[in-house]
């Protein structure tokens, strides 16, 4: 049987989501801007998900406006808050480990006359507060975007924190929180946020759906025109059946049946067993509160991509980095941004947990990785060199 660990790139569809959804494929197929009964069932259907959505976050339901996912999500929120600010009103802060629906959105608002100012990251892979105080204090800023918790690492940024360093100035504050709703609590009120953006395929519901959380939506300019859909913010037909499983999947997050307690167990456990059989690694963010389902191991003296490829060949399935840059030949920018040179990230893994990932799964992982690592060290030069110049820990 292969075992999944990249549930950070994406989750396996739960049955009862999808239970919830098929109806609305073939049963119901209405559009709920339709004035007839169909309609009105699509509709009911949607109101009904707009409102678990928005049980989860604590926010009202007219919050909501449901997308395409955390990338559409990211680029309405930045484009269309920078458009409201209009160019010349002061800058935007972008910490340099975002994920590329921000980092890339912010690039081209920088190319169309926006100030964008790239906040550093520390060792431990938390955004620099004192940076962030200085920045703030030195310029006019007006609008920040810090991720809720990065998807390569699962080092959790310190939002309250952050909110209070804001406090006092008017600056309008997004998170990306694709990677923490329905894992970690949220409550959009309490920690003052002003947009934040959740993603379906991340919580066990489809891919292709997602919502921005907007606490004024006169705050957003459209990025697209079209009907009056999602206050003419997101225009086009709802996502009818994506929009009852996020909805479901919320519901289910918000009830506390994706139990993450052990994951984090199981976690640290991989971690320790990891560091007792290999040298010379590095565990990403170690010192930091992470999320319960992420590991981020740099192995030295091997390839990332080598050490994925073997245990995908004996069905443990995980991932170097993020899979939106897995495939470019980059190394990581986030591990960048932490510090780490690139002979260092090129070894990076990215161990990803559900909360249904089992002990027996883990017990397998942690042998293969070993059996793994061993072999490409055994074949690198480089190491088989230090070995002998005893340069290198064994
Ligand atoms: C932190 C973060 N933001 C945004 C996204 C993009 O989400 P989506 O696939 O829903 O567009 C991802 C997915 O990889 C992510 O991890």
Redesign the pocket.
Known sequence: MTIYLDN??TTRVAQEILEEALPYFHKMWGNPSSPNNQGLIAHKATSKARQQVANLINCDPEQIIFTS???ES?NIALIGHALSMGRKSGNIIIPKFE?P?VLETSKRLSSLGFKVQYLNITPDGVIDLNELKSLISQHQTNFISV?HAN?ETGVIQPLSEIREILNGNDIFFHT?A??TVGKLSIDVQKLGLDSLSL?G?KIHSFKGV?ALFIKNPNKILPIIYGGSQEYGIRPGTLNVPGIVALGKACEIASQGFFDYSKTKQLRDYLEKEILRRLKNLAVSGVNSERLPTTSNICFFYTEGDAIVANLNKNKIEVSTG???SSQNFNHSHVLKAMGLPPEVTIGSVRISLAYDTSEKEIKRTIEQIENSVNLCREISPIYLDLIKKKKVNT
């Open positions: 950070n790139a996912g955390a990338t990211n994920h629906s991720m998807n990306d694709a990677q993603s395929h997602g993020s899979a939106c």
